[in-house]
RNA sequence: GCCCCAGUAGCUCAGGGGAUAGAGCGACCGCCUCCUAAGCGGUAGGCCGCAGGUUCGAAUCCUGCCUGGGGCACCA
């Protein structure tokens, strides 16, 4: 088979676009020497993927940007160019459309080629080396071990585990990392109310403190640590909650939200606790010393102030209180120290809710003043998500009324669909979560039309498995149809959206290519199965023609399952 | 007051200098003697928030305004 291909030297989907960005350019090159076009500076000119495959797979612009200097109507230079496109096995010859286009389509036996790439690459087909290795961390959720994960939590959870997946399969050397808020004011509220209730269950007649958690989940928390350690925590009345109990009570949370969190496909390499900034020998004495050196400090108003507003912040900002505790700042401050100098990221991506939205730039501040580089710490924040219940909008609140759990999300509408319409968005858009609808688990959700697909791929395997056909030696170059070409097109984006997702930080380009290859693939298998006649099924009698079908569905499937999995989803055989 | 995000089909949202602006859902019309119809084909539905500007070309970039959300703590 190699043979039938040795004529296509460029037979790659991740260096085609270069490569005929070569052509191009060479075809200006002579399209000048032959004085059929004047010799004037070039624009930079991509080439664009046109929205319509009927201008092609690839089209250059040059003509439309050259005009002005060229002095020429850009159709005219759009011919000029195509006449000394080089022939090229990878291409057919190219064509022009007005106003001024050049339009590039991959020849068949280009795209007869790719099933072969894509199944000799497998589970890896479309990685990329934009990482080369470098070490790049995903620090996302992260929040607070006083309650329960929420909805909004999840959409944090499934952009910034998808993310990690996208850098990872882009050559990054990926860590996921869950920053626990162990050490913060919040923690010190959590611990008082926990012993409210801890209390109460001793028939104390204690209220919670005004600003603490009100929630069910704190009784039911306090009523398990009764039934571990009974009365071991209890102190006499009047006085302050034992250490350990806070500690505990965090320690059990932060259980629930990693089980969660395990529920939902989210595993992290890293559990970093705030409290060990604070640690002999750990980054906060260290930070705070390298900031009084480089004069970044004041003390004023009986505070320790980080005097950001001379790199250009709006304002000074307190890192340590008048009462001696450190901010929140400080030991972010630290905690990116620790990242960036300690421990060598060359990528750091926060995943945030929007509500963080103040912090992002002084947080760019101070790592720039600690010697980290401000271009490499990425902060992603996610508008919070509006839920929606009986078409009334529902906040989110962890103090408030009504909280939606991720586990009671996951348990109604499953993990996969979660995360899938969490991804649907970009994560700067707002998003409504329509419960009613998410719940209703039908043919309107989306997820499951891509998982179909994926179902059906697998079992048209498992049917020529029955039937004793094998993929191994299909002859790809049987395969003409428009849908099977149009199928292979699509496969062939993944690295594409791969690269989009791993520069632009934005997940949401991975379940709209997923759907357009799931459409590609349908649209593949109804073609055949329509029509009356048997030998357009993919499984015919004409056994060559059923092998090279049965090439394109090995990849297909290969593709498919490759983008689900970056997105944490299951890629099942069987529906 | 200042800063950030958003305003695109009835609804939820993609697209973010190029060719007739897209998808899903909803509506309407077709398609299973079946390799899963959880599917496919088609129709209807848009001054891309408003007004200027830049450009050969603007939904996309710039300016101003309107609307919604978020932020501007010795909270996190």
Not at 31 to 53: I, M, T, W
Not at 96 to 108: C, D, E, M, Y
Request: glycine share 8%.
């Amino acid at each position: 088979m190699a043979t039938l291909y040795s004529e296509c030297p460029m037979a790659n989907a991740r260096d085609i676009r270069q490569h005929l960005e070569s052509l191009v350019n060479a075809a200006v090159r002579d399209a000048v020497a032959a004085g059929d076009l004047p010799d004037v500076a070039l624009p930079e000119a991509p080439l664009e993927r046109p929205k319509d495959a009927a201008n092609g797979d690839f089209a250059s612009t040059l003509p439309l940007r050259l005009a002005r200097a060229a002095m020429k109507p850009p159709l005219e230079i759009a011919r000029a160019i195509a006449a000394h496109v080089p022939a090229d096995p990878s291409i057919d010859p190219p064509t022009v459309a007005p106003p001024g286009f050049i339009n590039l389509r991959l020849s068949a036996a280009f795209l007869q080629r790719q099933i072969e790439e894509v199944i000799a690459s497998g589970a890896s087909y479309a990685d990329l080396a934009l990482g080369r290795g470098k070490k790049a961390q995903v620090e996302f959720v992260s929040a607070n071990p006083t309650g329960p994960l929420h909805v909004g939590n999840g959409r944090g959870a499934a952009i910034g585990d998808a993310l990690a997946s996208a850098l990872a399969a882009a050559g990054y050397d990926v860590e996921r990392e869950y920053y626990v808020n162990d050490a913060g004011t919040q923690t010190d509220t959590f611990s008082d109310t926990l012993y409210a209730r801890y209390q109460q269950l001793f028939g104390r007649d204690v209220p919670i403190p005004a600003d603490g958690y009100p929630g069910e989940y704190m009784v039911e928390l306090a009523g398990e640590i009764k039934r571990e350690a009974g009365d071991t925590y209890l102190s006499p009345p009047g006085e302050a909650a034992p250490a350990a109990l806070g500690q505990l009570g965090i320690r059990l949370m932060v259980d629930r939200i990693r089980e969660t969190l395990g529920a939902f496909g989210v595993h992290y390499d890293q559990w970093y606790n705030e409290k060990s900034l604070y640690d002999a020998g750990g980054a906060f004495q260290e930070v705070m010393a390298l900031l009084r050196e480089r004069g970044h400090l004041a003390d004023r108003e009986g505070a320790t102030w980080f005097t950001s507003s001379e790199l250009g912040e709006d304002k000074d900002n307190v890192v340590i209180r008048s009462d001696g505790r450190p901010t929140y700042y400080a030991s972010d401050i630290a905690y990116h120290y620790d990242k960036f100098v300690r421990r060598g990221f060359s990528l750091v991506i926060d995943v945030w809710g929007a509500d963080h939205h103040g912090h992002v730039s002084r947080l760019k501040t101070a790592t720039g003043a600690i010697g980290g580089n401000p271009e490499n710490l990425q902060v992603l924040l996610y508008q919070l998500v509006v839920l929606k219940r009986g078409g009334e909008v529902v906040r989110l609140s962890k103090r408030g009324g009504e909280i939606i759990t991720l586990d009671e999300l996951i348990e109604e509408v499953g993990k996969d669909a979660a995360r899938f319409f969490f991804l649907l968005r970009s994560p700067g858009a707002q998003m409504e979560f329509d419960l009613d609808l998410a719940v209703k688990q039908s043919s309107e959700n989306p997820v499951f039309y891509v998982q179909y697909a994926h179902a059906r791929l697998a079992s048209m395997l498992e049917r020529a498995r029955e039937q004793r056909l094998s993929a191994e030696d299909g002859d790809v170059s049987r395969l003409t149809q428009p849908q099977e070409l149009a199928l292979i097109r699509e496969m062939m984006r993944l690295s594409d959206v791969i690269e989009t997702v791993a520069t632009t930080f934005e997940p949401q380009h991975l379940p709209h290519y997923a759907m357009s290859l799931a459409t590609a693939f349908h649209a593949f298998n109804d073609a055949f199965k329509q029509q009356s006649d048997p030998s357009l099924k993919v499984i015919t009698e004409d056994e060559a023609l059923t092998k090279a079908r049965l090439r394109l569905v090995l990849a297909a499937k290969i593709a498919l399952a490759r983008v689900l999995g970056i997105m944490g989803m299951t890629a099942p055989d069987r529906m």
